[in-house]
């Protein structure tokens, strides 16, 4: 046997079998999760310029997948891909194109049909890195955030809300704008809500650093809060790490965070010093009643750790994980594997 295959056999007695037997959920890659407030979880995930939906009451069976739409020239892979969100009332997604436009999809409910889509931003061209985020709000109301250019050509957060079910959008505004002009530009934000709470991260530009940075506003997204750095250390970097971490809030707008420095990643509560954690990198976070569920990319594989747990574990081959906290505590993990979209319950 080569030298090599007999490490890799060696390493896989020491660390055992995948976690996660995943069901393939369907052909395409980077997906994106959300639940609704009935626990009912959406997800999307492009293939080439196709965006795709399908769904789930119990994490095991899914929808048979639906085209949503064509885009021509659709932003997709290294973080990049269609966004989702959902209430009572609907579903949004967003997706962006090359050109730099970020356009809505709205799944009413209670007709089922997805609706044309309409452009959220309101300069044309703009949004050239094709970085977005969406989280749905009170009152079947959603707000997307992303990376923005216009007026002077420097990456900036941008933000909109609708309060129609993403059928239409209010203008957009600047939520931030790095004082030495671009924030980092290659790396993906978030955006969570919790009634009128809303928490935005993302990744600084400041004096050659490139360290998170957390916005939050208390009125829904109308308006946000001074910038604050998340975590003690910081990040000297002449180049783009396309890493932009994870964020959760809990039900009492409590906020966790999980995001990479070097090759190391840090998990930071609100209130709370931050805390290494593991090497890797595009970790997801969720926080339950039991405690923390984290994933993370590593060479190729995705590992975790559940509550209780003190060391990650190997979950699955694969990349670019995503977590949907489902009724009971139950943690859905979706993620891309050799063009397919894999899911399984966290253990």
Not at 252 to 275: H, M, Y
Not at 286 to 306: A, C, E, K, P
Not at 314 to 320: E, M, N, Q, R, V
Request: hydrophobic share 35%; proline share 5%; charged share 20%.
């Amino acid at each position: 046997m080569h030298p090599l295959l007999s490490l890799l056999f060696v390493i896989n007695l020491l660390i055992g079998p995948p976690a996660i037997t995943g069901k393939q959920v369907g052909k395409g890659k980077h997906p994106s999760v959300a639940t609704d407030p009935a626990g009912k979880v959406h997800v999307v995930y492009g293939q080439g310029g196709l965006i795709y939906y399908t769904c789930t009451q119990d994490g095991n069976q899914f929808a048979e997948p639906v085209r949503v739409d064509s885009l021509p020239g659709l932003h997709l892979g290294a973080s990049r891909g269609p966004q989702i969100a959902a209430t009572k009332q609907s579903v949004v997604i967003t997706a962006i194109d090359k050109a730099g436009n970020i356009w809505s999809y709205t799944r009413v409910n209670s007709t089922g049909k997805w609706q044309k889509r309409v452009r959220v931003n309101d300069v044309a061209d703009i949004a050239k890195e094709g970085f977005v985020a969406l989280t749905a709000g009170p009152d079947n109301s959603y707000m997307a955030t992303w990376l923005d250019l216009r007026g002077d050509n420097q990456n900036k957060i941008v933000g909109a809300r609708s309060v129609d079910g993403g059928k239409t959008w209010l203008p957009n505004q600047v939520l931030y704008q790095s004082p030495d002009g671009t924030v980092c530009e290659c790396c993906q934000l978030s955006i969570v809500s919790q009634r009128q709470q809303v928490a935005i991260m993302f990744r600084n530009f400041i004096n050659g650093a490139r360290d998170m940075y957390l916005v939050r506003s208390s009125d829904g997204g109308k308006t946000v809060g001074k910038a604050e750095k998340l975590g003690e250390g910081t990040w000297q970097l002449k180049a783009c790490p396309m890493d932009g971490g994870g964020l959760f809030m809990t039900e009492d707008g409590k906020l966790s965070t999980v995001w990479r420095r070097n090759d190391k990643l840090f998990i930071a509560k609100s209130g709370q010093p931050e805390t290494e954690y593991a090497t890797g990198k595009n970790a997801k976070i969720v926080t339950t009643s039991r405690g923390d569920y984290i994933v993370f990319q590593q060479d190729g594989q995705i590992w975790g750790t559940s509550p209780g747990q003190t060391k990650p574990a190997l979950i699955s081959t694969g990349g670019y994980p995503k977590l949907a906290l489902m009724p009971k505590n139950k943690v859905l993990c979706l993620w891309e594997e050799e063009g397919t979209v894999q899911a399984g319950f966290v253990p």
